[in-house]
DNA sequence: TAGGCCATCTGGTCCT
DNA sequence: AGGACCAGATGGCCTA
């Protein structure tokens, strides 16, 4: 979350607000609105925004006719809302989690998500080197070509989970082994 | 000031 | 049927 503005930035219209208007504007008046009609054709966020600026290009498109009434419909828009926030901030929970798992650089600034999936991404490929080359040196008598090995590994990690991973904790755990191991070795 | 990043809203689709 | 997921749109904040 950032530290400033966030709290302050709902200045668009709530569905709430619109919501009346916007049926009114959108809604060909007399017409057949069966469910799954043309009206139920994909156009997303868009569908406003272009009504707003006026584009001819969507002309005809109407909305789904909704069965229930205004008020239902708007305090399901506003749960679902709730939904989707409370998702989000579990996704960017994710991500601060990631953020924390994996070493960087600039520690003063804060990672941006597509920064903290590549890093994380490198930081996984570099860890598994590091593990193939352990466990090549570990296992002389095993074939050590690059992909049996990594096969290997791969069916030992997935043992691994299915053995013993049931909580948060566990790549953590995982991570202590390979310390361990490496300290060890 | 432009561009990057982000949070939020929104409606369609998928899944249970 | 309802919730989860997804992607587009929008607008605010920040930085170079």
Redesign the pocket.
Known sequence: ??????G?????????E?EHA?FQLETEPGSSEQEGSE????????????N??GSSRITGRR??RQHSSAKERNV??L???????Q???KL?NAFQALREAIPHVKMDKKL????TLTLAKNYIKALTTIILGMSGACLPHEGNQPEESQSKLLQHYQQHLEDNMKGQDDLSKLLEQIHNFRNSS
């Open positions: 979350m950032k530290s400033k503005g966030k302050s930035k709902r200045t668009r219209r709530s569905w709430a619109q916007d009206a139920s054709l994909q156009l997303g966020g868009s569908w406003k925004a272009l707003a600026e909305r789904r399901r828009r749960e679902s809302n709730e939904r989707e926030r998702r989000m901030h960017n941006s998500k597509i920064e």
